[in-house]
C-alpha cells in the first residue's frame, strides 16, 4: 500500500519498487508458464509500493496460495487493468492500495472478470467514502487477516457459483435439429456414461499427480498436498479427497466448468472413483422415505431465463452437486449470492426417493467434520424443472424433482446416448466426444456465453537500468 506502515502485524514493505520492466516479465512469465490457469481464480494485488522479494511479503503470497494458485502482484494500475480485461476464464479477486485503489477501482468495477475488490491501506476513514459507492469492494481493511478471510468465504461462494448446469427442452425430439443447449446437455451426459465405464490403467494416479506436481511447481503447500495424495489415495478415499478444499477439487470444477476435455480424461480415474463409491455408500442405506434437500447459490440472468424458459425440462448439474438438508443454512448461501449484483439468488429445493437416487450423506466420509447434515449426488444427475417462484426480492426458489430410470423421456435420452457411444472402446469413444464437443463449441449461438482460451502475450523486453 502506499501509505506509510505503522502496523507491525502486517507485512512491512521496505521503499524498494520492482521496475515495471521486471514486473511485467514477472507476471507474464507466471502466467505463461501456468499456460492456461488450472483453476478459476487468480488473485491480483495491485499496489505501487509492493516488494514481492520482502520475506514478510513472500509469507504472505505463500500463504494466499493456500486457497489460490495464481498470485500475480502489478505496481502500475494500466498494466494490471490491461492484464484484467484479457481474462476470458477466471475470475479475478483484486487487493488494491488505497493510493491506487480510488482511480482503479471506478475503471474495473464493471468487468465481468472482476468478483471482489478488498482495498488495503492504513487510514480506513481516509477512503471510506468513494470505497462505499464500489458494489464490488468487500472491505477496507488495515490488516492483512481479515483479507484473507474474507478472500477465504468470497472464493468458496464463487466456486459454488460457477458450478454450470445444462439444459434439455421438454419438447426435446432427437429426430429434429437440437439447438445448442440440448445438444450440450446430450453431449455432457455422454461424457459421464464414458468417464464411470473406462478402464484406467493403474498408473493414472501417478501420472496425474506428476502432472500437478508441474503446475503446482511454484506452490510449496499444494506440493505437500500433491505428495500426500500421490502416496495415500486410494478409491475408498476419493469422496474424502474431492470434500478437501486443495488442487484437485479446484482443477476439477474449473475442468467441469469450461468443458476442459483433455484435463478432464486426465482425471477420469478420479471420477469413476467417487461415482462408484457413492453407489456402494448407497447401497448401505436403510432408510426407504423420500428426502428434500437444498442448495443455495447464485446463477447469471441468462441462467435464470433458460430455467424459466424451460418449465418440466431436464436440468443436469456439470459436476458432482453437494446439497444440505439444511434448509436455512442454503438460504445464506441464496442470499449472499443475491448480494453480487451480477447474479440471481437462488434456492434450490430438490424432492429425490431414496430408493431410486444415486446419492450418499457426507458425514463421517468428508473432510471436514460440520458436513453431518450434507448429501452428495453423483456427477452430472439429472433433475426436473418443476416450479419456479419467487420468495424474496432478488431471490427465487427452483423446485426439482429427481428423475427415475422409468421416465419414459428420459429413457429416449439414454437410448439415443448409448447409440452415440456405441461400438467403441472407452478412449474411442471419449476421442470421439472430444471432436463433437469442439464442433458444439465452434457451431454455438453468438448470443449464449462462450469460453474461449486465454490470450497471452508474450513480455516485452525493455531496457532496465
Known amino acids: 500500500m502506499a501509505e506509510a506502515n505503522t502496523n507491525s502485524t502486517k507485512p512491512s514493505y521496505n521503499t524498494s519498487i520492482i521496475s515495471s520492466a521486471i514486473e511485467k516479465f514477472l507476471s507474464s512469465a507466471f502466467y505463461i508458464q501456468q499456460q492456461s490457469p488450472i483453476e478459476n481464480f487468480i488473485v491480483i494485488w495491485l499496489d505501487t509500493n509492493l516488494n514481492i522479494y520482502n520475506n514478510d511479503n513472500n509469507s504472505t503470497i505463500t500463504r494466499l496460495q493456500h486457497l489460490v494458485n495464481l498470485i500475480l502482484s502489478f505496481s502500475d494500475s494500466d498494466r494490471c487493468i490491461d492484464f484484467i480485461s484479457d481474462i476470458k476464464n477466471e475470475k479475478i479477486f483484486l487487493i488494491v492500495s488505497g493510493s491506487l485503489g480510488e482511480k482503479t477501482v471506478s475503471l474495473v468495477n464493471n468487468l465481468h472478470q472482476i468478483d471482489s475488490i478488498y482495498v488495503y491501506c492504513d487510514n480506513k476513514s481516509k477512503h471510506e467514502k468513494w470505497a462505499n459507492k464500489e458494489k464490488k469492494i468487500k472491505g477496507i481493511f488495515t490488516k492483512f487477516e481479515p483479507i484473507y478471510d474474507a478472500l477465504r468465504r468470497d472464493i468458496r461462494q464463487c466456486e459454488d457459483d460457477l458450478i454450470p448446469f445444462s439444459i434439455l427442452s421438454s419438447t426435446y425430439n432427437k429426430n429434429e435439429n437440437l439447438n445448442f443447449s440440448d445438444q450440450l446437455f446430450i453431449y455432457t451426459q455422454l461424457m459421464k456414461e464414458i468417464l464411470i465405464e473406462i478402464e484406467y490403467q493403474p498408473n493414472e494416479k501417478l501420472n496425474f499427480a506428476n502432472f500437478c506436481s508441474l503446475k503446482y511447481q511454484n506452490n510449496p503447500y499444494q506440493l505437500n498436498l500433491i505428495k500426500e495424495f500421490s502416496h495415500d489415495y486410494q478409491q475408498s478415499s476419493s469422496i474424502w479427497w474431492y470434500t478437501r478444499e486443495c488442487f484437485i477439487y479446484s482443477m476439477l470444477n474449473k475442468a467441469f466448468r469450461i468443458r476442459d476435455m483433455e484435463m478432464i480424461s486426465k482425471m477420469g480415474f478420479f471420477v469413476r472413483d467417487i461415482h462408484q463409491e457413492i453407489q456402494r455408500l448407497h447401497q448401505k442405506l436403510t432408510q426407504q422415505n423420500r428426502l428434500i434437500v437444498y442448495r443455495g447459490q447464485g446463477i447469471s440472468e441468462f441462467e435464470f431465463q433458460k430455467i424459466l424458459d424451460n418449465s418440466n425440462g431436464f436440468l443436469s448439474f456439470n459436476n458432482f452437486l453437494i446439497t444440505t438438508t439444511d434448509k436455512d443454512l442454503a438460504l445464506i448461501y441464496?442470499?449472499?449470492?443475491?448480494?453480487?449484483?451480477?447474479?440471481?439468488?437462488?434456492?434450490?429445493?430438490?424432492?429425490?426417493?431414496?430408493?431410486?437416487?444415486?446419492?450418499?450423506?457426507?458425514?463421517?466420509?468428508?473432510?471436514?467434520?460440520?458436513?453431518?447434515?450434507?448429501?452428495?449426488?453423483?456427477?452430472?444427475?439429472?433433475?426436473?424443472?418443476?416450479?419456479?417462484?419467487?420468495?424474496?426480492?432478488?431471490?427465487?426458489?427452483?423446485?426439482?424433482?429427481?428423475?427415475?430410470?422409468?421416465?419414459?423421456?428420459?429413457?429416449?435420452?439414454?437410448?439415443?446416448?448409448?447409440?452415440?457411444?456405441?461400438?467403441?472402446?472407452?478412449?474411442?469413444?471419449?476421442?470421439?466426444?472430444?471432436?463433437?464437443?469442439?464442433?458444439?463449441?465452434?457451431?454455438?449461438?453468438?448470443?449464449?456465453?462462450?469460453?474461449?482460451?486465454?490470450?497471452?502475450?508474450?513480455?516485452?523486453?525493455?531496457?532496465?537500468?
Request: aromatic share 6%; hydrophobic share 35%; no cysteine.
Open 334 to 465: 441464496a442470499r449472499s449470492a443475491r448480494d453480487n449484483h451480477e447474479l440471481i439468488g437462488v434456492l434450490f429445493q430438490i424432492e429425490i426417493d431414496r430408493t431410486k437416487s444415486l446419492f450418499t450423506p457426507l458425514d463421517r466420509i468428508s473432510y471436514y467434520s460440520e458436513s453431518e447434515k450434507e448429501i452428495l449426488f453423483s456427477t452430472h444427475t439429472i433433475f426436473r424443472i418443476h416450479t419456479v417462484h419467487q420468495i424474496e426480492n432478488g431471490l427465487w426458489q427452483i423446485q426439482l424433482r429427481l428423475t427415475v430410470n422409468e421416465d419414459e423421456q428420459l429413457k429416449q435420452i439414454k437410448e439415443f446416448i448409448r447409440k452415440e457411444i456405441g461400438g467403441k472402446n472407452g478412449p474411442e469413444r471419449l476421442d470421439l466426444l472430444m471432436t463433437k464437443s469442439q464442433m458444439l463449441d465452434g457451431s454455438k449461438s453468438i448470443n449464449e456465453p462462450q469460453p474461449t482460451e486465454m490470450e497471452i502475450e508474450p513480455p516485452v523486453e525493455e531496457d532496465v537500468h
